[in-house]
């Protein structure tokens, strides 16, 4: 199946560091993708936010040229502990639990219902499937069997752990995926003080043994414990998805350890790779730096987006956020600071409000005699179609939305009357009007503000209160407006509202 315009879809694959042309793995037509979902313990915050519109994009733009997607993102509810590298780290669902003095469950709902309510405002497609990591205790079990009975595992004192170096004896391939060098980790972990029994300090776990004050916990051949973080995610893609993926996704701080230890079980369980395409977005630094609790600049979706935070001050439209992301490419660093949110504001006030204008606007030449050449509807076509090739080109939204700025140009130009209808023919001009809704709308995923019920009946009432000459009533609804930063505009016997 080919993209728009006849051209082959590259997405870069960070295991071979390379592009590579979109192919499926299978004689099955759909894309099967699977993404590395939140750990549902507290609100969710601006890496979640990036990560999630990131696939979104490639979600939207798969489903527009033609094919199926199948996307599961997963819940992990149970296993994620504090800091891989030290095992006994608190479990941090049930570290919260305790804060907050309710059940563990109770705080795995309370997260992932904030989290489904963030994705909304952000207008990301719900994935097909989100399953939660606790309901496949019994699958994350066998899959442990299986690795310990092809002795790629071993057991201490009730949890199994898996054999790195065992695995690398074999494969020679542990670390391909993030470039680590086993020596390297070897050299690492000869100079470490051993803090439990693990053979190795890069060996994972697969299965916790759980003490007594371990809240979540299971039955298994190895006593009563929890699946590691690691195994949920091969077990969950595999039961879900079946076969190899087409693309696997996630942040690139996952990359090391979770992916590649994900490669390394599905290898050994298995015998093939798990995906075919590894997909990484980049990190999110706020004013230069990494966001950590720490530095006390970790910034929630919730904060940004109804809570005027310590970091900018201000709430920001969950579009205006989207907007910022997207003018970054996925695979670069995304830097967040007070001035590129509101320079994003007012980008996306701009787009949004010459799509409004396109949206009120009609062909109204009745027969244009213009015989020349149509540079306009060529530099409108060429500008449309390069969009495509952007987007085939590993999703370089960035270049999309430059495109994208240069019909507002032309948009605003036509409602400012600089240009004539007559300067291109209406075949263009409607052909511009349903490819740039097309990918506003249903390719970057932005909000359809033209589709807001409410906003309509305000344009009814505000009509009326003019036809009765009630003024009051008028100057009433403006200043409403104004209060949600919303504007009137009379055009001709028409009213269109605005962003402000």
């Known amino acids: 199946m080919l993209a728009q315009n006849n051209q082959n879809i590259y997405i870069y694959d960070t295991l071979h560091r390379c592009k590579t042309a979109f192919k499926l793995s299978s004689s099955d037509p759909i894309v099967k993708i699977y993404l590395c979902g939140p750990t549902v313990y507290s609100d969710s915050h601006l890496g979640h936010a990036r990560s999630a519109i990131t696939f979104d994009i490639i979600n939207r733009y798969l489903r527009h040229c033609g094919y199926v997607v199948k996307l599961i993102r997963n819940y992990t509810d149970v ?284 062909y109204d030449v009745v027969e244009n005699n213009n015989t020349e050449k149509k540079d306009l509807d060529t530099k409108i076509k060429t500008l449309l179609c390069d969009c495509y090739n952007y987007m085939n080109d590993d999703f370089n939204t960035p270049l999309v939305l430059a495109n994208i700025f240069e019909l507002v140009n032309i948009i605003n130009s036509l409602e400012k009357k600089q240009i004539s209808f007559c300067d291109m023919s209406k075949e263009c001009f409607n052909y511009m009007k349903e490819k740039l809704f097309i990918f506003v709308y249903d390719i970057l995923g932005f909000k359809m503000f033209r589709e807001n019920e409410l906003i309509g009946l305000i344009v009814d009432i505000y009509k009326s209160a003019k036809k009765r000459l009630d003024y009051d009533e008028v100057d009433m609804i403006r200043r409403k407006l104004q209060d949600h930063r919303l504007r009137c505009e009379d055009i001709k016997d028409n009213v269109v509202i605005k962003y402000d």
């Open 79 to 362: 296993g994620h502990l504090e800091d891989d590298s030290d095992d006994e780290s608190e479990d941090k669902i049930q570290k919260q639990a305790i804060k907050e003095k309710v059940n563990p469950y109770e705080i795995v709902q309370k997260y992932i219902n904030s989290y489904r309510r963030d994705m909304l405002l952000l207008n990301i497609l719900l994935p097909s499937i989100e399953p939660h990591a606790s309901g496949y205790i019994h699958e994350q079990i066998d899959i442990v069997s299986n690795i310990l009975s092809k002795g790629f595992a071993y057991e201490i004192n009730g949890s199994v752990y898996f054999d790195v170096l065992k695995y690398q004896s074999c494969y020679g391939t542990y670390g391909v995926l993030s470039g680590k060098d086993i020596h390297s980790l070897l050299q690492t972990s000869r100079s470490l003080k051993c803090q439990d029994e693990k053979k190795h300090s890069y060996d994972f776990a697969l299965w916790k043994h759980a003490d007594e004050k371990h809240i979540m916990h299971w039955p298994s051949p190895w006593g009563e414990g929890y699946p590691g973080w690691h195994t949920e995610c091969v077990v969950l893609a595999h039961k879900l998805h079946g076969g190899i993926l087409d693309i696997h996704g996630g942040g690139i701080d996952l990359q090391f350890p979770h992916h590649e230890a994900e490669i390394a079980q599905a290898r050994v369980a298995f015998d093939h790779e798990l995906s075919k395409l590894w997909v990484h977005n980049n990190l999110v630094t706020i004013n230069g730096q990494k966001m950590s609790k720490s530095l006390n600049n970790f910034i929630t979706l919730k904060d940004l987006f109804f809570h005027e935070d310590n970091i900018f001050k201000s709430t920001f439209d969950p579009m205006v956020l989207k907007f910022l992301f997207l003018q970054t490419h996925y695979r670069s660093p995304l830097e967040i600071s007070s001035e590129s949110l509101h320079a994003a504001k007012k980008g996306y006030v701009r787009l949004e409000n010459a799509m409004i204008s396109l949206q009120n606007m009609h």
